[in-house]
């Protein structure tokens, strides 16, 4: 039967190769003499060719033992290469990462996150896609993305969790609102006000926080529109006289026409939360870590502990998404 060419033989042959004796590459390899001659015979039978010249005094590298070992050098670092790649991407040091966000998670803990991630994990590759949060969500689930920072509630199953702070949102008016000027404004005010919101498929928690802050003071609210997008959302501000909702992380003057203000009596909250699937790579683990030890800024009333998932088991994995959900 063909003897098969395996990595071991590569190595024998390097060892007698550097060695220039049996006896010596024997005791490197940790093996016996006559094994070692007996394996680099058969490495010899299978290629067809003789490497080495053997004498009473010494081993000399044949002129195709001299081509063979230029090659072999290369295997065998390709090899030890191809090991420190799966180890490092088996330990989320390695491989790519895609994390979506909106823009609060942007300004208040991916950025402190990414500057840690760049540290601790260098081989890690990123990308990064902002949006809204319902998309984001969406995309997590379909996994075009792998984690999303957003504004989130306990999002469905099977997908994964963590409270990593809180935002606050403000109201957005034109510069000739009569609010323009003021600094914040109770929540009650807005029962007199026409509001243009995100549609809650667009923007779920914020749509939510919303209607919550409104049941709490006891006011109706008159959405005069709802809108796909922060773009249109200022259009329709502009168009309507009316007041939208922003994170308090913008600047409180979004445009030259746009100015915003504080929300007060109740402040409406949203979450910012890490959404990831339950068969989550490596690469997920890495960017939490990085994450929970960036010490991202704090939020008024303080974030939860962010938990960090561990690689499981498909069991276990199924059993972690239903106790997390």
């Given amino acids: 039967m063909e003897t098969k060419l395996e990595l071991r033989h590569l190595v024998y042959f390097l060892a007698v190769a550097d060695e220039r004796h049996f006896g010596r590459a024997a005791a490197k390899l940790f093996i016996g003499q006559p094994a070692l001659s007996q394996q680099l015979q058969r490495l010899e039978r299978h290629l067809?060719?003789?490497?080495?010249?053997?004498?009473?005094?010494?081993?000399?590298?044949?002129?195709?033992?001299?081509?063979?070992?230029?090659?072999?050098?290369?295997?065998?670092?390709?090899?030890?290469?191809?090991?420190?790649?799966?180890?490092?991407?088996?330990?989320?040091?390695?491989?790519?990462?895609?994390?979506?966000?909106?823009?609060?998670?942007?300004?208040?803990?991916?950025?402190?996150?990414?500057?840690?991630?760049?540290?601790?994990?260098?081989?890690?590759?990123?990308?990064?896609?902002?949006?809204?949060?319902?998309?984001?969500?969406?995309?997590?689930?379909?996994?075009?993305?792998?984690?999303?920072?957003v504004y989130s509630g306990i999002p469905p199953r099977p997908l994964l969790t963590s409270q990593v702070s809180t935002g606050s949102l403000a109201?957005?008016?034109?510069?000739?609102?009569?609010?323009?000027g003021r600094e914040e404004v109770a929540f009650r005010e807005l029962a007199?006000?026409?509001?243009?919101?995100?549609?809650?498929?667009?923007?779920?928690?914020?749509?939510?926080?919303?209607?919550?802050?409104?049941?709490?003071?006891?006011?109706?609210?008159?959405?005069?529109?709802?809108?796909?997008?922060a773009g249109s959302t200022a259009v329709m501000v502009e168009a309507l006289q009316a007041v939208a909702f922003i994170s308090d992380a913008r600047p409180r003057r979004p445009t030259e026409d746009l100015v915003a203000m504080r929300i007060v009596d109740p402040v409406p909250r949203v979450d910012?939360?890490?959404?990831?699937?339950?068969?989550?790579?490596?690469?997920v683990t890495a960017f939490l870590t990085s994450l929970k030890a960036a010490d991202p800024i704090p939020s008024p009333l303080g974030g939860r502990p962010l938990r960090i998932p561990v690689q499981q088991t498909d069991g276990a994995r199924r059993a972690k998404g239903r106790s997390a959900s």
């Fill in 192 to 229: 007199d006000q026409p509001i243009v919101l995100l549609r809650r498929e667009r923007s779920p928690a914020m749509y939510d926080a919303v209607f919550a802050a409104a049941e709490r003071c006891g006011i109706p609210l008159t959405v005069a529109a709802e809108v796909e997008d």
């Fill in 171 to 180: 109201a957005m008016v034109t510069r000739h609102h009569p609010w323009a």
């Fill in 272 to 283: 910012v939360r890490a959404v990831w699937r339950p068969d989550f790579q490596p690469a």
């Fill in 48 to 149: 067809g060719v003789e490497l080495l010249a053997r004498t009473s005094h010494d081993v000399r590298l044949t002129p195709a033992g001299h081509a063979f070992r230029a090659e072999a050098e290369q295997v065998l670092e390709h090899a030890r290469r191809a090991v420190d790649t799966a180890r490092e991407a088996a330990s989320g040091r390695a491989g790519k990462i895609t994390i979506g966000f909106n823009f609060a998670a942007g300004q208040q803990v991916l950025r402190p996150a990414l500057r840690r991630l760049s540290t601790d994990f260098p081989g890690l590759s990123t990308t990064l896609w902002e949006g809204l949060s319902g998309p984001q969500l969406s995309a997590v689930s379909d996994g075009k993305i792998d984690v999303a920072l």
